[in-house]
Nanobody
Framework: QAQLVESGGGLVQFGGSLRLTCVGS?????MGWYRQPPGKQRELVAT??????ANYGEAAKAGFNISRDTKKTVYLAKDRLTPEDTGRYFC?????????????WGQGIQVTVSP
């Protein structure tokens, strides 16, 4: 069973920066981030395929930057945080094969932006 381990996050002041890291236990074709604001559903921030193809959700329009440096690691960054960025951020990965894809989720990491 593949695993995803997130790090970063925590309590951040208004206007501060966010740097999240997710490391997988194996290589993945797709890696990315979702977030779940308080009282809302989980939403896509962005995903990146290993060939560089990106898929951005509405949340990414708030200035998030996603990047990968290996097929096992994905990062999420944003400057000038606001309280609207508060939420639980989940690392996502798709492995398996084209015919039998497997989706994996990290446990999530809390990000709280203080007003």
């Amino acid at each position: 069973q593949a695993q995803l381990v997130e790090s970063g996050g925590g309590l951040v002041q208004f206007g501060g920066s966010l740097r999240l890291t997710c490391v997988g236990s194996e290589k993945f074709f797709i890696m990315g981030w979702y977030r779940q604001p308080p009282g809302k559903q989980r939403e896509l921030v962005a995903t990146l395929q290993s060939d560089g193809t990106a898929n951005y959700g509405e949340a990414a329009k708030a200035g998030f930057n996603i990047s990968r440096d290996t097929k096992k690691t994905v990062y999420l960054a944003k400057d000038r945080l606001t309280p609207e960025d508060t939420g639980r951020y989940f690392c996502y990965a798709r492995g398996g094969t084209y015919r039998n894809p497997l989706d994996y989720w990290g446990q999530g990491i809390q990000v709280t932006v203080s007003p």
